[in-house]
């Protein structure tokens, strides 16, 4: 439980003592020396006051006749995360040793023994105080530095992904402008070739012809690229037909013979979630293309219980063990790692079979975005209402 100070920069304690005239006592001589003062004659009560109320140090007694002894009493703050930090300083009369290893092993920061010094006990309540406060104080900046870097990865992510998109908004853009300049402008000289090599003669024609040909194989080769950069089929239709082209694209291309298996109907995707696919399955083929040495590949689409389901097999070489988590720039060169860090952003994961008759990479990714990561607010109980001990001490009983 994490406090700054208490009331008036108070440091508030916790004296728990089934002894009525110890508990004044105690709670008098600290009250002197500044403290603010919390009583309870029974460990039921020193710990509803525990759990409710901002301490700095609980002093407990040992031996507590009526219900459970101090020991229990530790043990049970120490269960509990809202009081697992404050220290505990035992109060005892024995001379047995027994007991106080007992009381260590409970989780006791330290004890005093009956009858003591004022003097004795004012300096250990001091030290356990300020030893306490600087622990805490320790744990909240390493939870707060901890909470930072969460978000500061959260954030990281959020960016990649988001660069991802800005990339394929930008591939899609300079499709359209292939499409609308240079792909026109050949397209309208194609005509204009065309029509001359009717008016020429017979050498003339066969050279038009060729520049002909060589107008086709360019258009070919802008439309390859353009698709490439950009399937205007991911925008206009689904993904499905996006897959398709990738597949023979890429069979066309590399000379690896990729099929496809595609459901009849696939729920409706969010326009990201489509693209952040068919970015995976781009990169999956062109891996296989690349490193596995295969000679066929499959691509498989379904939708199971809100999750989509994306698998790319071959026949090639396979993958290394840990080629899923290599960094980038640590002599991978599969791009897995960009892929995983994708679909983990969108509530995804990744899995790969490998072995000596080829590799099946599966992505799941939910069709719902993925929920608000934050933690939930601590819902608030009954609790005990603990008042400081007044003027006249007065104790609260239970």
Known sequence: MWRDQGENGQRSILIADDDLHNLRAVGSLLKESGYQVHAADSGELALAIAGEVPLDLILLDILMPSGMDGIEICRRLKADDRTRSIPVIFLTGQEDEEPMVRAFTAGGADYVKKPFSAQVLLARVRTQV?????????????????????????????????????EERERKRLASDLHDSPMQK?????????????????????????????????????????????????????????????????????????????????????RNLAIILFQCARELIYNVAKHARASAGRIELEAIDNTVRLVVSDDGQGFPSDAATRQPGAGGGYGLFGVRERLALLGGDLAIESDAAGARVSLRVPLAPPADNSPFPLGEGPGVRAIPVGEGFEVRAS
Not at 138 to 164: C, G, I, K
Not at 209 to 217: K, T
């Open 186 to 270: 050949l397209a309208l000289a194609q005509m204009q070739i065309a029509s001359a090599a009717k008016c020429r003669d017979g050498e003339s024609g066969a050279l038009l012809e060729s520049g002909l040909e060589l107008m086709r194989e360019a258009l070919r080769e802008l439309r390859s690229l353009q698709f490439e950069l950009s399937p205007p089929c991911l925008y206009q239709e689904s993904l499905t037909p996006a897959l398709e082209w990738l597949a023979s694209h890429a069979t066309r291309r590399f000379g690896v013979a990729f099929s496809v298996a595609l459901p009849p109907a696939l729920p409706t995707l969010d």
């Open 130 to 166: 300020e030893l306490g406060l600087l622990s805490r104080t320790l744990e909240h900046a390493l939870a707060e530095r901890t909470q930072e870097l969460r978000e500061a990865n959260t954030r990281l992510r959020q960016l990649a992904l988001e660069v991802s998109l800005i």
